[in-house]
């Protein structure tokens, strides 16, 4: 059967590349990714699948039901893109302006279409249900997995695999991790505001662009000196606003920021020493401020048993060629949900493109782009994680 399922993809692969490719020339940004959807629930209908749409927004889910009782597998594949200009000259640009796929979800999408098709016409042989999760808006929180989950789409699972095309690990390579695999992603709002005045006159303003300049240097010192080395964390200053002409000193300036860290404890202290930070900056000052942080995903944690249950399942996938345990990624993934619901497992298939010494350009970048191998590769993963998990139930 396995081999079967193979086979059958093999088979769908052009199919495979002309979706991900129409997805790419058609993306749509997250929480209106409405035409998307309609193009995922439309493919289903034609194959008389099971589908249902509007799943906590724009989340679509689809069901195969084998002819032989069994568990019930849930699959993942989210489909929101980025507000990015995309700057590649391919065939499959984005036809949007200032909109693209620079993640590798249109890839995610068209891999588990085909793969469900494949299933499908697979099902006489096979036990239990099959459910394909189309996730909205991943890339904004508060995302889409949260109330796809609340909308009842993890009803009945046993277990969830996903995965992530990933272009900085080779083609052929799968990724994963036994602990976190990537992080709890926070956003944080620093408002401080002092007295402006003339630039010539410092002295009878309070000067909020030096209070900020401060704040940036101090804030990097959470990690450095106040988290333990062996406790992987982030603090990352990405906005720093205080429009002004030359010769005016800032009345108020603006800092938007990131934290990135892999457990909770670790994640309220940093959040109670940056405004403990700030205070202390602000009063040296003679400033006043206000604080906000926002908890965005928490850590994606995979269950280690259903880990290496999908990696000796790669056994008779012969593009696998590297199984590599890497270090946790920073980045973040509302996936975390699923796998606070229910087991499950979540991986790297390695995309790098193939290319002759040029640069590769990562995820969120606007000359991303993948090797589209990667999808069959993961088409056969999951597939195989998915069929084998039922076998040995």
């Known amino acids: 059967m396995i081999n079967l399922l193979h086979t059958r993809l093999e088979q769908s692969f052009e199919e495979m590349v002309k979706i991900r490719r129409y997805l790419h020339q058609h993306p749509e940004v997250s929480f209106k990714e409405t035409k998307t959807a309609a193009f995922i629930a439309d493919f289903y209908r034609t194959l008389d699948i099971e589908v249902e749409t509007n799943i906590g927004g724009n989340g679509v889910i689809a069901r195969v039901y084998g002819a032989k009782p069994g568990k019930t597998v849930a ?43 494949v299933i499908n016409e697979l099902r006489e042989n096979l036990e239990g249900t099959y459910v394909f999760i189309h996730q909205h808006a991943e890339e904004y929180s508060p995302g889409g997995a949260k109330p796809m989950i609340e909308a009842g789409c993890l009803d009945g699972v046993d277990v969830i695999f996903g995965t992530h095309l990933w272009v900085t690990v080779p083609t052929g390579t799968l ?75 800032a009345d108020t300036a603006t ?49 280690n048993e259903v880990t290496n249950f999908l990696l000796k399942s790669t056994e008779s996938i012969k593009e696998v060629e590297i199984l590599h345990e890497g270090d946790p990624d920073m980045g973040g993934e509302d ?34 782009d993948f090797n589209e191998k990667a999808m069959l590769i993961a088409a056969k993963t999951l597939g195989t994680a998915a069929i084998t998990y039922h076998q040995n139930s």
Request: proline share 5%; aromatic share 10%.
């Open 75 to 117: 699959l993942r594949a989210d489909f929101d893109a980025l507000p990015i200009q995309d700057l590649k000259d391919v065939p499959y640009k984005s036809t949007v302006p200032g909109v693209m796929h620079a993640c590798g979800h249109d890839g995610h999408t068209a891999t588990l279409l085909l793969l469900a098709k």
């Open 335 to 368: 996936y975390a949900y699923y796998l606070q619901k229910v087991k499950g497992t979540f991986f790297f298939t390695g995309a790098m493109p193939e290319t002759t010494g040029e640069t590769i350009y990562g995820h969120h970048h606007p000359m991303f």
């Open 175 to 249: 990724q994963y991790a036994l602990g976190p695999i990537m992080a709890a992603a926070d956003r944080f709002t620093i408002t401080i505001q002092g007295k402006g005045g003339h630039g010539a006159k410092p002295h009878e303003t309070k000067d909020a662009v030096v209070a900020g300049a401060q704040l940036v240097t101090t804030l990097q010192q959470i990690v450095s000196r106040r988290v333990n080395p062996i406790d992987p964390a982030v603090v990352t200053i990405g906005s720093f606003v205080a429009d002004n002409t030359f010769n005016v000193i």
């Open 255 to 303: 800092l938007i920021g990131t934290v990135r860290t892999f457990n909770d404890e670790t994640r309220n202290f940093i959040e109670a020493e940056i405004e403990r930070i700030v205070k202390g900056t602000c009063l040296s000052i003679d400033c006043t401020y206000e604080y906000l942080f926002e908890q965005g995903y928490p850590a994606v944690v995979p269950n």
